[in-house]
């Protein structure tokens, strides 16, 4: 019901289907219940079943189509019928085929993606880890592989009779045809002299009726020619009489007249010349009669040969026109035929066109996943480092806080119990007693605002003096040089220099006022990525809608 794209496939497919690849698929679950009973009965072994109404496999997510360039999903690389979709799901899941190990172990340690991974050799890395791999002793995987290549090889050999017995049927359909003709053009003669026969019987018919009618005729002129015979054959006899006395006379006259000839023939007399002259004629008429009979049968023959010549030219023209109709039928045909073997090759040529097209948009679609993954994990690394200087810069606002809220209440001390302070600027009087912690923490928020626009460490320094709503700046100018120059000014010093640190740390994680700018044109750049990556994976579908659309249109023609 399935098998691989392509023959690389073949051993990494039958690994992902396992003991699944003998699995028979079944429309409903009451199917497959009663043929488990059947085999039971009939003690026919074991099988699995995939019942259609009740698989109900988990979607696969679409990124794992992009994990890597080197790696795909099981599902895509099988061809099936769409009603089965859920049979292969259930069979393969969420498996990718990977080209190589380094790939599949890449994928499964280092992405650690949750689908189970699968090299082209068989080789299997599961969701757990463990990593399985190796030849079997009787094939295996690739006994199991084998088996598509014997289906193809079985298909190609029922194809092969399949199409040696219509060649034979051809055969003898030419055969038949070839008989058909021969016994059409015997029909045909024999229409043909059956059609001059019927005119031949209807001519001797009408002859006949014609000599029929003749006879009637002619009976009838000897019935009434009887009587005037019967006068003519007295008259005949008289007449013969008559002559024989005048032949007799002539005869008796001709002697003396003929006897010089007579002698000089050496015959008896002029009678018997006549005797010997008469039979001689007599002959020569009756081959003259001969001869005319002939020529009238001859021209009877020359007539009917004429009548058959005329209708054997006028089946020729038939024939010559069906010819040239058949050579036209032809001409057409082959005009035909030149004009879809020419659309085949400019099919075939876009075809190949829009394979190269696929190509280059899969690389560029590979180039363009890669450089996604590059921005993203830039804008991750990014991220973490912001998070980091955020914290860091927070713990530091903290511990100025502290030290501002400190000296506020040093001074509010002083205020409270009437400790006389030097000020050079300010008076305590003027400093609130219930919103010291407040402004304090204004004047950090403040103090850490000016060291995010980037002010030197001299302002820092005079703004850590300069607090308070008034500005209270302590005048240490009156203290005695000894104690200037004795611990406390050692302390004071001490606590300059604390306060120094401080200020060069936090202006040390004082983030660059440009890298939010660069997050939002990271961000923007990843966005125009993921809309050309988008953009070539429409490109990539609409190409392939079309390879398969072709394909359709060449598989019709």
């Not at 190990?101 to 463990?130: C, F, M, P, Q, W």
């Not at 005729?217 to 009587?227: G, K, M, R, V």
């Not at 066109?353 to 363009?368: C, F, P």
């Not at 806080?401 to 400790?419: G, H, Q, S």
């Amino acid at each position: 019901l399935c098998r691989p794209t392509q023959h690389k496939y073949d051993t990494s497919v039958a690994t992902v289907l396992g003991r699944l690849m003998d699995a028979v698929v079944v429309d409903r679950q009451s199917t497959a219940l009663e043929c488990i009973a059947y085999m039971k009965e009939q003690r026919a072994g074991q099988a699995t079943f995939l019942p259609l109404d009740a698989l109900q496999p988990a979607p696969v997510s679409d990124s794992l189509r992009h994990a890597h360039r080197g790696a795909r999903l099981a599902t895509d690389v099988l061809q099936y019928d769409a009603s089965i979709e859920a049979a292969v799901l259930h069979a393969c899941g969420s498996a990718l085929i990977c080209d190589t190990v380094d790939v599949a172990r890449h994928l499964a340690y280092e992405r650690r993606l949750d689908a189970k991974t699968v090299t082209l050799d068989g080789t299997i890395i599961h969701r757990s880890g463990l990593i399985t791999g190796g030849t079997a002793a009787q094939g295996g995987q690739h006994a199991q592989a084998k088996r598509w290549e014997a289906a193809a090889i079985e298909k190609l050999r029922r194809a092969r009779d399949r199409l040696t017995e219509e060649l034979q049927d051809v055969a003898r359909e030419r055969r038949r045809l070839a008989k058909d003709e021969l016994l059409d053009s015997k029909v045909s003669g024999l229409q043909t002299r059956h059609q001059i026969a019927r005119e031949t019987v209807d001519a001797l018919s009408r002859k006949i009726q014609g000599v029929a009618t003749e006879r009637v005729h002619a009976e009838t002129q000897i019935s009434a020619a009887e009587p005037i015979a019967a006068e003519a054959a007295q008259s005949l006899q008289a007449k013969r009489d008559l002559r024989s006395q005048v032949v007799s006379r002539i005869r008796s006259a001709a002697q003396p007249i003929f006897a010089e000839f007579c002698a000089r023939l050496a015959i008896d007399s002029i009678d018997a010349f006549e005797s010997q002259l008469l039979p001689a004629t007599e002959a020569c008429d009756e081959r003259r009669l001969q001869f005319t009979t002939q020529l009238a049968r001859l021209d009877s023959q020359r007539a009917f040969e004429s009548k058959q010549l005329e209708a054997v030219e006028a089946h020729l023209s038939q024939l010559a026109q069906s010819l040239q109709a058949a050579r036209n039928s032809l001409s057409e045909l082959q005009a035909e035929l030149g004009n879809e073997q020419r659309q085949m090759d400019a099919s075939v040529a876009q075809i190949e066109t829009l394979r190269s097209e696929l190509a280059a948009l899969r690389r560029k679609y590979g180039d363009v996943t890669d450089d996604v993954q590059a921005a993203r994990l830039n804008v991750e690394q990014g991220q973490r480092e912001l998070d980091a200087m955020t914290k860091d810069l927070s713990a530091k606002a903290t511990e100025l806080e502290r030290a501002m809220a400190d000296r506020a209440a040093v001074l509010r001390r002083c205020k409270i119990e009437d400790i006389p302070l030097p000020l050079r600027q300010g008076s305590l009087q003027a400093l609130a007693l219930d919103t010291g912690v407040v402004s304090e923490s204004q004047t950090a928020e403040a103090y850490l605002s000016q060291l995010s626009l980037g002010d030197n460490s001299t302002q820092a320094s005079n703004s850590m003096v300069e607090i308070g709503d008034e500005d209270i700046v302590v005048d240490y100018s009156t203290l005695p040089l000894q104690a200037r120059d004795g611990v406390a000014a050692t302390i004071d010093q001490k606590y300059t220099q604390d306060l120094a640190r401080l200020v060069a740390e936090i202006e040390a994680l004082n983030p660059n006022p440009h890298a939010r700018e660069r997050l939002e044109a990271a961000r923007g750049r990843l966005q125009e990525i993921e809309a050309e990556h988008n953009a070539a994976r429409q490109e990539a579908r609409d190409a392939k809608t079309a390879f398969q659309t072709l394909r359709r249109r060449r598989h019709e023609l």
